[in-house]
């Protein structure tokens, strides 16, 4: 049986992974590890990066995920940098760069890349599309679940409890990557 | 004669090495090349992975410099990520997020890595402290420089030519590495 490692802090998206891989005889496991992010304008490039960087210090095929929240109108802003526009300006910031504006469409993007040793990485990516909201609400997730609504609902992400937060990321980057390894095997 | 190559496409910077480190015998050339930015939390860490990448590249002494706006109740925002956040939200976004805003204190810092090949870059530190303005203004420079007011002045740093605007960056740091280099070579 082969292992896949998904590099990753949060057991949700482990979950996924076992849930499209396992059924195709690949065992999932995981472990918690700080690679190094890049300055890039995509979750693609990101995930890539770090997934390269980890696949070789473990010498094994590794899974890694990368996310950020993207607003139309403010180009994409915070994009990428989740971790430092959540320090400084924080969801406060962004409802305040948002203060009088129309056009509140934004969304959510995951990227999700496998790596096996010797090759380039290969990606995956979700969507979740939504609005900004004009205030906080929620107490499950963090930083942009709170501001977030997904489109069909009322509320933010960060007012579902984490088993159904994560439904609203659809499972099909995971069943691409499944397709894709299903196919390098036969 | 020793040569110096400065990795930067603002001649001001290239000119205020000149005159510090000429009068030493070292000769300054310069050459406009991209590097890989990282994601830090200061200019110092990016200007010395910079300078170390072009240095290993290169295979020769460099100097490379990156700066950042720094406003103090954003905890720091912009920071480093100048050129993304000015392609996003802009100096209208920091301006908004100003509005209302008792504490307007910033301050731009640069910092000037060196880096000789086989060798750990060292860096020099510079710093304009000022007040971020409720309005842009200025026709010079880019950027930040139309919403900063440097401390003592009642205007933004777009409202003077290029050869008063570099006279607001102490020559501090050049002359520091005047004395670092003037050490290593006796």
Redesign the interface.
């Given at each position: 049986m082969e292992t896949i490692t998904y590099v990753t802090g949060n057991l949700a998206k482990v979950e996924s992974a076992k849930h499209a891989l396992e059924p195709l005889g690949f065992e999932i496991d995981n472990i918690k590890m700080e690679t190094?992010?890049?300055?890039a304008?995509d979750v693609v490039e990101v995930s890539k990066y770090s997934a390269k960087w980890a696949c070789e210090k473990l010498n094994k095929p590794v899974l890694k995920n990368d996310s950020g929240l993207f607003v139309n109108v403010?180009?994409?802003?915070p994009?990428v940098?989740t971790h430092?526009?959540e320090?400084?300006?924080g969801e406060d910031?962004l409802l305040?760069?948002m203060?009088n504006v129309n056009d509140r469409t934004a969304y959510f993007k995951e990227s999700i890349a496998y790596c096996e040793p010797g090759a380039e990485p290969v990606v995956f990516e979700g969507i979740i599309r939504g609005k900004i909201d004009t205030k906080k609400s929620g107490i499950y997730g963090w930083s942009w679940d709170f501001v977030f609504i997904p489109d069909g609902e009322e509320k933010t992400l960060g007012c579902f409890p984490d088993e159904e937060r994560w439904e609203f990321w659809s499972q099909d980057a995971y069943k691409e990557l499944a397709e894709y390894l299903k196919g390098t095997r036969e």
């Open positions: 190094p992010e890049i300055q304008e403010l180009k994409g802003f994009g940098y430092y526009i320090d400084t300006i910031g305040k760069l203060e």
